[in-house]
């Protein structure tokens, strides 16, 4: 049976690349609005299927002083306009089993952040609200360990489950992506790459700071690699001013670079499908 499934139109782990991109956190309706604008203009001019991406809280913030977000009730407000002006499907982040139930009524997409993977209750309820699941993979955990999260939305009555690569914990402070879990992962179900968080630098703000760094120079190469790996959509936190968002400005993509980046994703994706490497 194929592992692929449709959210509002976009196939999940079908034959063409699908983007999730968006601000990390709903800095205001106005921005969010615009930024879901914006992105969806990009790829609907180069015939990319989207689907939104904001958070409504940022519950893991390394500072109690850091901005989490509008909150459960304003949030979803937020996104179901989103869904409604911009039409496209939209995709959040819920932390515990009463967020799901709540985010299922609204949004087209929960999704399970890295730090929560092996929550079984969040991913029960997760999967019973009916909507697609993506579960991000955590950064203390094995690609083969993610069958068992896949496992649980499954048995709890949903197959439309897939799954994102946002690196691996390396030392501290620092994540890597190993290029082989890619595939690992996607013997379980549809495989995104997290371009922007791979790239974080975690609790790695200048002079001290209780924030994350990033190192968003190595976003393309590292979503090419990913591409050429043969995932079926690539995640990126987009901002149009970096410097000033309100959460993970530090590895994200600028909204100016989002067209450059996309055409090199799709002529590498088209590399990759028209002449597969068999191997020996």
Excluded: W
């Amino acid at each position: 049976m194929s592992r692929s499934f449709k959210v509002k139109g976009v196939e999940i782990g079908g034959p063409k690349l699908f983007v999730i991109a968006g601000p990390c956190v709903i800095e205001s309706e106005e921005h969010a609005l615009k930024m879901a604008e914006a992105i969806s203009g990009v790829c609907k001019a180069m015939k990319i299927p989207y689907i939104f991406k904001a958070s409504y809280d940022k519950a893991n913030r390394t500072s109690l002083q850091s901005f989490r977000g509008p909150g459960l009730q304003e949030g979803l407000r937020i996104l179901a306009k989103i869904a409604d002006t911009v039409n496209v499907p939209v995709l959040t982040d819920v932390h515990d089993a009463e967020q799901a139930t709540a985010a299922g009524d609204i949004v087209d997409v929960l999704q399970i952040p890295a730090f929560l993977c092996r929550q079984t209750d969040l991913l029960i309820a997760a999967a019973k609200t009916g909507k697609a699941v993506n579960v991000k993979k955590g950064q203390f955990v094995a690609p083969a360990d993610m069958q068992h999260a896949v496992t649980k939305i499954r048995e709890s009555g949903n197959d439309r489950v897939f799954l994102t690569e946002r690196g691996s914990s390396f030392g501290y402070n620092n994540l890597v992506v190993d290029m082989r879990s890619l595939p690992i992962l996607r013997g379980f179900a549809p495989v995104v790459f997290d371009a922007t968080h791979s790239v974080q630098l975690p609790s790695a703000g200048k002079d001290g700071h209780a924030i994350s760094g990033g190192q968003p120079e190595f976003i393309p190469v590292l979503s090419r690699a990913a591409v050429a790996a043969g995932i079926d959509g690539i995640f990126m936190e987009v901002h149009d001013d970096p410097k000033h968002a309100k959460s993970d400005g530090a590895n994200a993509l600028h909204l100016k670079n989002l067209r450059e980046v996309l055409q090199q994703l799709l002529r590498v994706h088209e590399a990759v499908a028209t002449e597969p490497v068999k191997p020996n």
